[in-house]
């Protein structure tokens, strides 16, 4: 076995400890290689379970959160997906291997045009990156099968949750920025919507309007 096998083997490991049991997700996880989404002096930590400083102030996100999230949505191939909070890009290309199409929006354009680099390196094609303030919903596209907050909110944003289908699933960190945090997850019924918290979370906050970069 060499060093990047036991390296990946450890990761998957470590996500199933913690909670990831979804084969498909695990499956996801294992070909995407994080190590493409952290730059620089963090680099050789991209298989370690923990959240990494990116550009802009912003952070991606802890490998077992991500798989904690994805597994929550019970993604379908045929499904069309709304990322908030590009980011480095990371969970939009796990999103990716186990949906039809993913829009992916960040306020910060720099972070867009890096995740954008990613995507096209890995040839991942099926991820459509803008620059745009996820906080009115992304009305082009809507409505989504799938949408996934990756801020926190202080509430379930609603023009998030008007371009939800019913039938539709919404993952997203609620409470304020500089505490602990509550993941939801959001069920869009014929006639409203059922609210589950699933597990404390620790997000930068979402931001209303966009970024100077
Ligand atoms: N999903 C990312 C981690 C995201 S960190 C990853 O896999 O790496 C949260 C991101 O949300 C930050 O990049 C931040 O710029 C973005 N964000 C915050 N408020 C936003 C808003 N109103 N609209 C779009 N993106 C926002």
Redesign the pocket.
């Known amino acids: 076995m060499t060093p990047e096998d036991e390296q990946r083997m450890r990761f998957v490991f470590a996500l199933r400890q913690k909670g990831v049991m979804d084969a498909r997700v695990l499956e996801a996880m294992e070909k995407v290689d994080r190590g493409a989404?952290v730059k620089g002096i963090f680099s050789d930590r991209a298989y370690e379970d923990m959240p990494l400083p990116?550009a802009?102030g912003?952070?991606?996100?802890q490998p077992s959160v991500?798989g904690l999230m994805t597994q929550a949505l019970s993604l379908e191939p045929r499904h069309k997906v709304l990322?908030?909070?590009?980011?480095?890009?990371?969970?939009?290309?796990?999103l990716s291997q186990l949906a039809r199409r993913v829009y992916?929006?960040?306020?910060?354009k720099r972070?867009v045009t890096e995740?954008q680099d990613a995507f096209d390196a890995l040839g991942l094609s099926n991820i459509t990156a803008l620059a745009?303030?996820?906080?009115?919903g992304f009305p082009e596209q809507a409505p989504f099968d799938r949408i996934?907050v990756?801020?926190a909110a202080e509430d379930p944003p609603g023009p998030l949750l008007a371009e939800l289908k019913p039938g539709g699933i919404m993952v997203v960190p609620v409470g304020q920025s500089d505490t602990v945090q509550n993941l939801i997850k959001v069920t869009r019924t014929e006639t409203g919507f059922d609210y589950e918290e699933m597990r404390q979370v620790r997000?930068?906050?979402?931001?209303?309007?966009?970024?100077s970069d």
């Open positions: 989404f990116i802009c912003q952070t991606i996100s991500v990322e908030i909070g590009t980011g480095s890009g990371y969970q939009a290309a796990i992916t929006v960040d306020r910060h972070l995740a745009s303030d996820g906080t009115r996934i990756t801020a997000f930068v906050p979402l931001v209303e309007g966009l970024g």
